[in-house]
């Protein structure tokens, strides 16, 4: 307290005092990051049996179309089909490989662009409507896909699936390897969507998202990068299902409907729709949840329910708001000079 | 084997039953959506619980079923007031989390009335409407007409209440412009509850009714959405004649569809028609554009 | 109104929290006397759909494995090469898809350290579990109905519930004999691994006895109302209406629409069975009905079962429990037999355990033609009609 009376006058002393609680915020979000890289990077021989792998690598998969759904959020449209894009994924890269006896990278980019395409094909149509309108027809666009997976039966092996789907290599044949396969997969597509928000782009893409009425007014620019966030966002999620498809071995479905959509949103909402790093968390928290919640067997979807909820009331702006929030709470009281 | 006439009767009295039923579900929903711009996932479960509950008071309690399906709709109902303060009221205005809150509650819902009434699906029986009519040599079970008699005559009860009593024309007002609706003294949070209330109580009529004539499962309310999804789609979020439109389409289309081209056809036939329709009418057949 | 909120909020997050702290006490399981206090336990892993499309199965593998383990455990607990074993239940729920029976089996054989697992039921959660467990050598009884669970996984794995290859050419062919007049088939099934990949097996089994398939159409999951599919129908001549492997609650739907729109002849379902369920919805538009039915509720063990079930568990009981139940059955006794847990051993065991006493009959294992490995149960069943709202059993196959 009486430091304040022998420190150089306030009006010099403040700005550096502001700058460097910004820069101990800035420290601590390094800081943050790193643990987290470190720990990414250890997790296999942090926690060695396959159970753990097995999450992890759900996790960093579902973080591919979390980021990928959050992309087309930031140019204000809302899609509850996404997953149709990841199913369309999964199964041409397992056509590629099995029918076709392709080697796995063009599987993979088979992946990439068969979903890519069809979003390029109807993005233009469907991206025109808005709020909720856009969500139903992305809703049911999300179900036709499905039933022609369903019915495809020749095709798509039907109701019961392909099973048999070798992994993408020899080597990758061991869960640690595919571990870190999927963390490089996932790290390379988010650098991606990162380095796009941050381009000239990625301010275009916030411009369309803020200001729906006046971008329209500006006319077929705004449209174009909507229609081109959506190809992207539908190509990642083909690289999701590609992934997918080569671990698991097996793929039918029923993974590729309104729940697993569902849960994109649920993971831009749940962790927070303004930053990229709200997705990021959004799955890696709702993914392993209903793995903490199996001790109660038949109570397990009523607690994940009830997550879901009490989440998004305490948390309005998601995990990141809140946890954003509390950091600055943290480190601005310092700017008053002393403790409350 | 059956005649022209009496093969077209009977697509067009199962038709019928269809979009009733479909009305009763779609009604509450886009009625929701229309005023309060709420999209309800846990409508399904509302429904659902409605006929839960129902069945609970005919087989347990022993009720008559009329009575049963009154005090269930009306149990459905006083849970929803309580709902509405903890997963609603939040909500209002912030779209996206409420998407999420009513989510989770929808999956609350279903799961509890797993434990409760378990994943077999439950009848009421012996069904309280057992005789089947026969006209112009096809069938209508007694079930069905007494859902088409009741979801017309909430339908014409519903038209009536918005065009001639005070509360109707608030809420009419209010789903035009919020604030004139304000600005004219009208008290939001009325009609809000009001709309909640009413939502909640077609959903579970809805579920009573048709509970009588199927079977009841939690899961039942999942396709109910589903299909108030198409309809509203259909229609038009937020209008009432639209989503009525919707259902009889809907209705008397899956009839046409089912029968003369089996059930495979149909299906993908619905969900391509709402994608082409939504492409070229965004706001429905008959829904008003909104900004 | 802020404080309101706020009072929500906090008592929401309250309930929860004590819900958390509850609920595991609701679902203490029950410790008997049995074993010896200090007896190490052994892990026996339960998966099975308890949300999503298969639901109502998931218990069908929680309780039968559990009333099979508390046979067990009350009667001293299991002894195998020289130790004595307290077993307990590890469950989990697949959600009917691969990934969450992927899940289920990495958790239990690389967390939980189980080498034995009952489950799961359908083709999706299994077939997803199986690549796992097969490569730890983890031994699985499931009932999967896809032919390739057999033939591609058969090693480790053994399939107890007889499916439509192993029932519907017996079935066709008692419907030949006892009803020669009939000529025309007629089958409706949802659009899934049912109506794809089941209805099929049916359809050769008919047509193998010389009846003509005349009407074979599919509903979308969740459909309840039948009437326009049936109408359909009825421009048909069919003679019989199978209702193959439908669910009951569709089965009993059926039935009850089918007799509304005026089809008059015969209803028969290869398959389920559920023939209890249909009773109960259809009422009196059940009569005549006939099904495949797998235990005979006159039989002493079945009746026993039956009853243990109920004092135990409430509400109706699956017809996949009392197989889960069988097969625990069969896993304790070869695990007794081969005295070891080594996986090879004890399934060398089961493959010699024909002859062992169930409430289905002596145990009998097939399938070497048709799935290469002899991995099938096979178990007599029962035709059963339905007469003046009760449930008779009229043939045994």
Redesign the interface.
């Given at each position: 307290m009486d430091n304040s009376a022998r420190d150089v006058p306030a009006t010099s002393s403040a700005p550096l005092r502001m700058r460097s609680s910004s820069t101990r915020l800035i420290l601590a979000q390094i800081a943050a990051i790193a643990v987290i890289v470190i720990g990414l990077l250890v997790w296999p021989a942090l926690f060695p049996q396959e159970f753990y792998l097995h999450i992890a690598i759900l996790v960093l998969l579902s973080i591919i179309g979390s980021v990928a759904l959050h992309l087309v959020m930031r140019t204000g449209r809302l899609s509850l089909g996404q997953a149709a894009f990841c199913g369309l994924g999964a199964y041409t890269s397992t056509f590629l490989v099995m029918k076709v006896h392709a080697p796995f990278v063009m599987g993979f980019l088979g992946a990439i662009v068969v979903p890519g395409l069809l979003a390029l094909a109807i993005g233009p149509v469907v991206l025109r409507l808005r709020g909720v309108y856009f969500a139903l027809i992305t809703f049911a666009l999300g179900e036709v896909m499905q039933l022609l997976l369903l019915d495809a039966q020749p095709l798509t092996g039907g109701a019961d699936g392909i099973f048999g789907i070798p992994p993408p290599a020899v080597f990758l044949n061991s869960p640690v390897a595919y571990y870190y396969f999927a963390l490089i997969v996932t790290a390379a597509c988010i650098g991606f969507v990162y380095a796009l928000l941050s381009s000239q782009v990625g301010r275009a893409l916030d411009a369309i998202g803020e200001t729906d009425n006046l971008a329209e007014a500006a006319g077929i620019a705004a449209s174009r990068f909507r229609v081109f966030a959506f190809v992207v966002a539908a190509s990642m999620l083909g690289i999701e299902g590609s992934l997918f498809a080569h671990y698991l071995g097996y793929i039918s479905p029923q993974v590729f409907g309104f729940n697993a959509s569902l849960l994109y949103v649920a993971a831009n909402v749940v962790g927070g729709s303004t930053s990229l790093v709200g997705p990021i968390i959004g799955s890696a928290f709702l993914v392993p949840l209903p793995e903490f919640l199996r001790g109660f067997v038949q109570y397990q979807q009523i607690l994940y329910g009830a997550v879901l909820l009490i989440v998004v009331t305490i948390a309005p702006r998601g995990l990141v708001g809140a946890i954003t929030g509390k950091m600055r709470l943290c480190f601005s009281r310092r700017k008053d000079g002393g403790d409350e | 084997?059956?005649s022209s006439l009496s093969?077209v009767t009977?697509?067009a009295i199962?038709g019928l039953?269809?979009s009733a039923?479909y009305a009763m579900i779609a009604l509450g929903f886009t009625l929701l959506?229309g005023i309060l711009r709420i999209?309800n996932f846990a409508h399904g479960s509302l429904f659902m619980l409605g006929a839960m509950f129902t069945y609970e008071f005919c087989t347990v309690f022993h009720l008559p079923y009329f009575e049963a399906l009154l005090l269930g709709a009306l149990s459905v109902a006083a849970l929803g007031l309580l709902l509405e303060?903890?997963?609603y009221?939040?909500?209002y205005g912030?779209?996206?989390?409420g998407?999420?809150?009513t989510?989770?509650?929808?999956?609350?819902?279903?799961?509890?009335a797993?434990?409760l009434w378990?994943?077999?699906?439950l009848?009421i029986?012996?069904?309280p409407f057992?005789a089947?009519l026969h006209i112009a040599g096809a069938?209508l079970?007694s079930g069905q007409l007494v859902i088409i008699v009741i979801a017309t005559f909430l339908l014409l009860a519903f038209y009536y209440f918005t065009r001639f009593t005070k509360l109707g024309l608030a809420l009419r007002v209010v789903a035009e412009d919020p604030e004139i609706a304000q600005a004219q003294g009208i008290h939001l949070n009325v009609v809000y509850v009001a709309t909640f209330l009413t939502s909640v109580l077609l959903a579970a009529l809805a579920g009573g009714l048709?509970g009588q004539q199927?079977?009841l499962?939690?899961?039942?309310g999942?396709?109910a959405l589903?299909k108030a999804?198409?309809i509203?789609?259909l229609g038009g979020?937020g209008s009432v004649p639209g989503s009525i439109l919707g259902s009889v389409l809907l209705g008397l289309g899956?009839?046409?569809?089912?029968?003369?081209f089996?059930?495979?056809i149909?299906?993908?036939t619905w969900?391509?028609a709402?994608?082409v329709l939504?492409?070229v009418r965004?706001?429905g057949l008959l829904g008003r554009s909104?900004? | 109104m802020l404080n309101l909120v706020r009072t929500y909020r906090l008592l929401l997050a309250t309930t929860v929290v004590v819900g958390l702290l509850v609920a595991p006490l609701a679902q203490a399981s029950s410790k008997t006397a049995g074993p010896p206090p200090n007896a190490p336990t052994l892990p026996i892993g339960g998966v099975g759909p308890l949300s999503g499309g298969g639901g109502a199965w998931g218990l069908a593998v929680e309780r039968g494995l559990q009333l099979a383990i508390d046979d067990v455990n009350s009667s001293g607990g299991l002894r195998v090469g020289g130790t004595v074993y307290r077993l307990k239940e590890v469950m989990y729920d697949d959600n009917y898809t691969g990934v969450g029976g992927a899940t289920a089996a990495t958790r239990l054989v690389t967390a939980d350290g189980a080498k034995f697992i009952i489950g799961s039921i359908g083709s999706p959660p299994v077939l997803g579990m199986l690549p796992i467990t097969q490569a730890h050598h983890v031994i699985v009884l499931s009932d999967g109905f896809a032919s390739a669970i057999l033939r591609k996984f058969g090693t480790y794995n053994f399939r107890v519930v007889p499916t439509t290859t192993e029932f519907a050419p017996p079935m066709a062919k008692w419907l030949r004999e006892h009803y020669p007049a009939a000529k025309t088939v007629g089958f409706i099934s949802p659009n899934d691994e049912i109506g794809q990949i089941l209805v099929p097996e049916i359809v050769k089994a008919y047509q193998a006895q010389g009846f003509k398939v005349v009407f074979n159409e599919n509903y979308a999951r969740g459909t309840t109302d039948f009437t326009p599919l049936l109408t359909r129908m009825m421009e048909q001549k069919v003679d019989i209406f199978d209702l193959n492997s439908n669910a009951p609650g569709d089965a009993g739907l059926l039935v009850k629409q089918a007799r509304q729109v005026g089809y008059k002849n015969l209803i028969v379902q290869t398959g389920g069975p559920g023939i209890g369920q249909v009773v109960k919805i259809a009422g009196p538009l059940a009569n005549g009905f006939i099904s495949y039915d797998n235990f005979d509720p006159n039989d002493v063990a079945a009746k026993h079962f039956v009853a243990e079930y109920h004092a135990k568990y409430q509400g109706v009981m699956d017809s996949y429990t009392p197989y889960m139940y069988t097969a625990a059955q069969i896993l304790f006794e070869a695990l007794r037999r081969a005295n070891s847990l080594n996986a090879n051993e004890v399934v060398s065991t089961i493959d010699h355990m024909d002859g062992y006493p169930t409430m289905f009959g002596p145990v009998q294992w097939t399938g070497q033609r048709v799935y290469g490995v002899k991995h099938q149960l096979a178990t007599s069943f029962y035709i059963a009609k339905v007469i003046d709202g009760k449930v008779h059993v009229i043939a045994k196959i």
């Open positions: - | 084997m059956a093969l009977q697509i199962n039953a269809l039923e959506f999209v303060r903890i997963a009221r939040p909500f912030r779209e996206l989390q998407i999420i809150a989510l989770g509650l929808a999956i609350m819902l279903q799961y509890a797993v434990i378990g994943q077999q699906p009848s029986s012996p069904t057992p089947v069938s079970p048709i199927y079977t499962t939690p899961s039942m999942t396709d589903i999804f198409i509203v789609i979020l899956t009839s046409t569809l089912d029968t003369l089996g059930g495979n149909a299906e993908v969900f391509v709402i994608i939504l492409a965004p706001s909104h900004g | -």
